[in-house]
Nanobody, 123 residues
């Protein structure tokens, strides 16, 4: 099981930008498809974005299309989520996840999870 640690979450103003990072331990990072999920208080965890092992394929939830970009650097064992034009509805704890199975969009598609990083967008 891979260990994941998210970072970069903070308080930002609406319309601002933020870049989240997820650092993975171990030497098999390139074998994992990666994803980002988020969870706001009182709401279920929802899919944000995912990326294939090579980075050739990317998927986004409609909520982030045109604003969010997922990327990875396999040499650094790191996956990123660039978030632009942030809205108060983006406020949530953001989780990084890894999957050995396939590129998916459901929590059950992923095997390992980080502890999360808080993103707060003020209006």
């Amino acid at each position: 099981q891979v260990q994941l640690v998210e970072s970069g979450g903070r308080l930002v103003q609406a319309g601002g930008s933020l870049r989240l990072s997820c650092a993975a331990s171990g030497r098999s990072f390139s074998s994992y498809a990666m994803g980002w999920f988020r969870q706001a208080p009182g709401k279920e965890r929802e899919f944000v974005a995912s990326i294939s092992t090579s980075g050739a394929t990317r998927r986004y939830a409609e909520s982030g299309q045109g604003r969010f970009t997922i990327s990875r650097d396999n040499a650094k064992n790191t996956v990123y989520l660039q978030m632009n034009s942030l809205k108060p509805d983006d406020t949530a704890v953001y989780y990084c996840a890894a999957s050995l199975r396939r590129l998916g969009s459901q929590p059950s598609d992923f095997d390992s999870w980080g502890q999360g990083t808080q993103v707060t967008v003020s209006s």
